[in-house]
Structure formats: structure tokens, C-alpha cells
């Protein structure tokens, strides 16, 4: 789906001098914002042409209280991915450029629908639904040290170009599904799911910096990437390991296998996207950035 809003800004800012005539006001920039669908786990790419060279570096894009950063894709022609959270609430939001120096340069108003999610319902062993006192230590470290990376994106981007698929098999597993493990109601699933034969190459979507890569008490053998600008895959279940922290790896390198690492009930490969601080569906964004 697409919306596009055209600004009218002040004749002052976007006037075109017409020898022996008046100022006469060129075309105005255009705010272009375009999603899969405008719902709860979606990515907007958000689109700023204007006629005139204008500097847009340092611009950021505002959003449901969270800013992102841009970047330059052509002379006049800047970008942002914004991330719409699993739990952002239905309603009417402003989506909104604006200048290093604060001046709003464009913005435009976008209607979040509310979202219906399957529920999925699985046995696991119970030791991943309630976990025994002496994993407790292990998993509040492990989830700090998660929430640590996610908090420090690379402020480059190192991404371009399509995101490409990371196992050749279809997704079987719906993002923000409701879970039920064990008869026991847990978060929602922030991920989607490939039933992928175990022992299947797994492939990085998007270049980027490896930040985290090792086994993780309920994501199994896991591999974070830093995309770079508040991008982030998290790839889980791996039987093993391909990839090193702080290495940087190109779209289409393996780092890793399909396995059944972590709490599973068979072998597959989950593929989990922050954006923003957003948890966003993956597919999302290989809409977008087709």
C-alpha cells in the first residue's frame, strides 16, 4: 500500500527567481510513505524528493516517539525505515521530517489499523517454559547483554539493495502469533518462522556487523547483525555457529545452519528484526526494500 502527501511549504523557502518577474513558487517536496500494510509489526519507508538542492543531512524522521535517521539514495532524495512495534496502539499518527536544525520540513498523518493475530499452540520441553533456578542468572544475563546491543546500533548504514530471503523455504510461522507453550500463555512471537530441513545454509539478509554470536538459553545457536541506522536480524536455533562477533559479513554470506537449538519443537530457522527499537515482521521489510 502507498500514501503520498504533497507539502505546500513557504513560497520564501521553495521560490524560483524568474528574471523580470516575481518570485514564482516552484513545485513542492513530496513526502512519500509507503508500507505492506498500515498495521501493528509493518515497516514504513518513508521518502523525501524535493525540486531544489537542499541539504537534508542530519535529518531525522519522527515517528510514534521514536526518531529515525536517514539516508541519501539521490541528489534530492532522502530515506528512512520507521518500524511500527508489534504493540503500537491503533489510531492516527504523524509521521514527520525534520532538519538537524529542528525545523519540520515535511510531515504527514497515517492511520495504524488495529491487527488480528493467530494463536499458536506448542509443546516444548518444560524446562523452556519454566526454567529451573539454576538457568535464571544465565538468562537475565543473556537478555542484558540483548538488550545492550539493540540499544547501540551503528550509526552507518551498512546495507543496500534488496533483503534477500535467508533459507529458500516459506515462512510457516506468523509473526506476532500468540504462544501458548505447554498450556502456559508466553509473549507473543516477535519473529517469523522457515521450516527449513536441519543442516540448511543460512544466508545474511543485509550486510552489516556481526554483535552477537553464540548460544543463547532459549534462542539456541544465535547470530545478531548490526544492519547499521537501528536495523538488526537476530537468526536463532542454529546448529551451528558460522559467523564471529565483530566480523562484518556481506548480504548472502552463511553464518550459520539450520538446527533445533533452544526452545523448539523441530528443526527450523527463526528470523527475528528490531528497527528502531521496533520489533518488526522481517517480511515487512523485504516488502519495502524490494
Do not use: C
Amino acid at each position: 500500500m502507498r500514501a503520498t502527501v504533497t507539502l505546500v511549504l513557504a513560497a520564501a523557502v521553495w521560490a524560483t527567481a524568474v528574471p523580470g518577474a516575481s518570485l514564482q513558487p516552484a513545485p513542492a517536496p513530496t513526502l512519500d510513505v509507503r508500507t505492506r500494510a498500515w498495521r501493528p509489526g509493518e515497516v514504513l519507508r518513508v521518502e523525501w524528493s524535493t525540486p531544489n538542492a537542499v541539504d537534508g543531512s542530519g535529518a531525522i524522521v519522527r515517528a510514534f516517539g521514536r526518531s529515525a535517521p536517514t539516508y541519501r539514495i539521490a541528489d534530492r532524495r532522502i530515506q528512512a525505515l520507521v518500524g511500527v512495534d508489534l504493540d503500537q496502539a491503533p489510531g492516527e499518527y504523524e509521521v514527520a521530517l525534520v532538519s538537524a536544525a529542528g525545523q519540520v520540513l515535511a510531515a504527514s498523518r497515517i492511520t495504524i489499523e488495529p491487527a488480528r493475530f493467530t494463536t499458536r499452540t506448542l509443546t516444548v520441553d518444560p524446562g523452556f517454559v519454566n526454567p529451573p533456578k539454576a538457568a535464571l542468572a544465565r538468562i537475565r544475563r543473556e537478555s542484558a547483554l540483548m538488550a545492550d546491543v539493540f540499544a547501540r546500533p551503528a550509526a552507518s548504514r551498512f546495507w543496500s539493495g534488496p533483503v534477500i530471503r535467508p533459507v529458500p523455504h516459506e515462512a510457516n510461522g506468523r509473526f506476532g502469533s500468540r504462544s501458548v507453550f505447554n498450556g502456559e500463555i508466553r509473549n507473543p512471537h516477535t519473529g517469523t518462522d522457515f521450516l527449513s530441513p536441519a543442516g540448511t545454509a543460512i544466508l545474511a539478509p543485509l550486510a552489516g556487523r556481526i554483535v552477537v554470536a553464540q548460544d543463547l538459553y532459549f534462542s539456541g545457536g544465535t547470530v545478531i547483525i548490526d544492519h547499521g541506522l537501528g536495523l538488526f536480524s537476530l537468526l536463532a536455533h542454529m546448529s551451528r555457529i558460522d559467523a564471529t562477533a565483530g566480523h562484518t559479513v556481506a548480504a548472502g554470506d552463511v553464518v550459520g545452519l539450520v538446527g533445533a537449538t533452544g526452545r523448539v519443537t523441530g528443526p527450523h530457522l527463526h528470523w527475528g528484526m528490531r528497527l528502531g527499537g521496533a520489533r518488526v515482521d522481517p517480511l515487512a521489510l523485504m516488502d519495502v526494500l524490494k
